[in-house]
C-alpha cells in the first residue's frame, strides 16, 4: 500500500502523461539499443537522479536562444510544463530501455517532429529544430546532466572508463536523429565525459539569459506542486538549480550556491531516495533485466 503510494506519487511528479505504459523489450530478448550491461541502462535506471539531471538540462537548455525559439514558437510548455516534461521522460524511457522497434519508432517520431518545427527568432535569425548544432546542444546539456546527477546522488565513485562509456553509448541518439558531426564544436559528438565538459564551454558565445530563458526559470521554480503537501517537485527543482555548471550563474544572474546550502540539498535528496528507489525497485530497469533473463 505504501510502495503504491510512493509510486503514485513519482507517477505526478514525472508529469504521466496518461497514455499506455512503454512495453519495454518487445519481444522478449530483444536488448535494445543499449542493453542490460550498457552505463545508460545504469545511469538511467536512477529516479531521484534523472529527475534532478533531467530538470538541470531543461535549465541549460533554454539559454540557448535558437533552441528555445522552437520551442517557444511550437510547443504548448507554458500551458502544459508537466505535459512536456512527461513526453521528453517517455522518450528516454523508450530509446534507453526499448526494444528496438520501440526506440526506432520514437526516434522516427522526434525526426517527423523536428522537420516541422523551423521559424525566426525576434532578432531575426532563422532556427530548425533538425539543425544539427542545436540538436547536439539539447544531447550535450541533457547528457552532461544526467551523468553528473548520477555520480553526485548514486555513485561518487563512479571510474573515468564508466562514464566516458556512457557519452560513447549515447552518441547513437543524436547520430540516429540526423546530427551531422562536421558542424559541432568540435567536429564530433563527445564519447568521453573531458570532450562533453569542453564542448559545454564551446556554445557559451552562443548562449543568453533572455527574458524568455528567465520565463522558463520561473515556470519551474514556481510550477504547481502536485504532489503536495509534500514538495518533492520543488525540491528537484531546487537540488537541480544548486547543481549546475559554474559558468551557468553569473550568465543568469544568480549567485553561486553555497557549498553549505548545496550539501543540504544533496543530503535531502539522497534521504528521500531511499524510499523512492524502494517503492521502485521493480521498475522500468529491472522489468526489462527480467526480459532479458539477467534478474
Not at 542490460?36 to 531521484?48: E, G, I, K, L, N
Not at 528567465?214 to 538549480?241: I, N, T
Request: overall charge positive; some cysteine.
Amino acid at each position: 500500500m505504501l510502495r503504491e503510494a510512493l509510486r503514485r506519487r513519482v507517477r505526478i511528479v514525472a508529469g504521466g502523461d496518461g497514455r499506455a505504459p512503454v512495453q519495454y523489450l518487445q519481444p522478449a530478448g530483444d536488448p535494445g539499443l543499449f542493453g542490460p550491461d550498457s552505463q545508460t541502462w545504469r545511469v538511467h535506471a536512477d529516479f531521484p537522479s534523472m529527475m534532478v539531471g533531467g530538470i538541470g538540462a531543461l535549465m541549460l537548455q533554454a539559454l540557448h536562444p535558437l533552441a528555445l525559439a522552437g520551442v517557444w514558437d511550437h510547443s504548448s510548455f507554458r500551458q502544459d510544463l508537466r505535459g512536456r516534461l512527461a513526453r521528453t521522460a517517455r522518450f528516454i524511457a523508450e530509446t534507453s530501455y526499448g526494444g528496438t522497434a520501440t526506440a526506432e519508432q520514437a526516434l522516427a517520431r522526434v525526426r517527423a517532429i523536428h522537420a516541422q518545427v523551423r521559424g525566426r527568432h525576434p532578432d531575426g535569425r532563422e532556427y530548425r529544430a533538425d539543425d544539427p548544432r542545436l540538436l547536439y546542444w539539447v544531447h550535450l546539456s541533457e547528457t552532461w546532466s544526467f551523468l553528473h546527477a548520477h555520480r553526485v546522488f548514486v555513485d561518487p565513485g563512479m571510474p573515468p572508463a564508466r562514464s566516458d562509456l556512457y557519452f560513447d553509448e549515447m552518441a547513437r541518439i543524436p547520430i540516429a536523429l540526423g546530427c551531422v558531426e562536421q558542424g559541432l564544436p568540435n567536429a564530433r559528438i563527445a564519447r568521453s565525459e573531458a570532450q562533453a565538459a569542453e564542448d559545454l564551454l564551446a556554445y557559451r558565445e552562443e548562449l543568453k539569459f533572455s527574458e524568455r530563458s528567465r520565463f522558463v526559470l520561473d515556470l519551474l521554480r514556481h510550477m504547481p506542486a502536485a504532489d503536495a503537501p509534500g514538495g518533492l517537485q520543488q525540491l528537484f527543482v531546487q537540488a537541480a538549480l544548486h547543481e549546475l555548471p559554474s559558468w551557468a550563474y553569473p550568465m543568469m544572474q544568480l549567485p553561486a550556491p553555497s557549498p553549505l546550502r548545496r550539501e543540504a540539498l544533496r543530503a535531502s535528496i539522497r534521504l528521500l531516495a531511499q524510499p523512492l528507489r524502494w517503492a521502485l525497485k521493480d521498475g522500468v530497469a529491472a522489468h526489462a533485466r527480467r526480459r532479458m533473463g539477467r534478474a
